[in-house]
């Protein structure tokens, strides 16, 4: 298992792998269609889109659930 401390850190990479594969996924079949080179294309978009997401994520999601708890009420 891995330790609680790491959790925030954890999640911004399950959930940067998991929507910029998605989302990368879905933009190259969209833009090309399933050619030949569908996956290396589409595996090349992977990376780039996970570079993006995951340090952005670790920003960007405490911010957002700050500002979803302020509009929840109790």
């Not at 996956?39 to 992977?46: H, N, P, T």
Request: charged share 10%; proline share 3%; with cysteine.
């Amino acid at each position: 298992m891995i330790a609680k401390k790491y959790e925030t850190v954890l999640f911004a990479f399950v959930n940067g792998a998991f929507m910029s594969g998605f989302m990368s996924f879905v933009i190259t079949f969209l833009n090309i269609g399933f050619v030949d080179n569908f996956i290396f294309l589409w595996l090349c978009a992977y990376w780039k889109a996970f570079l993006v997401a995951f340090p952005i994520i670790l920003l960007v999601t405490p911010r957002i659930r700050k500002a979803v708890s302020n509009l929840v009420s109790e």
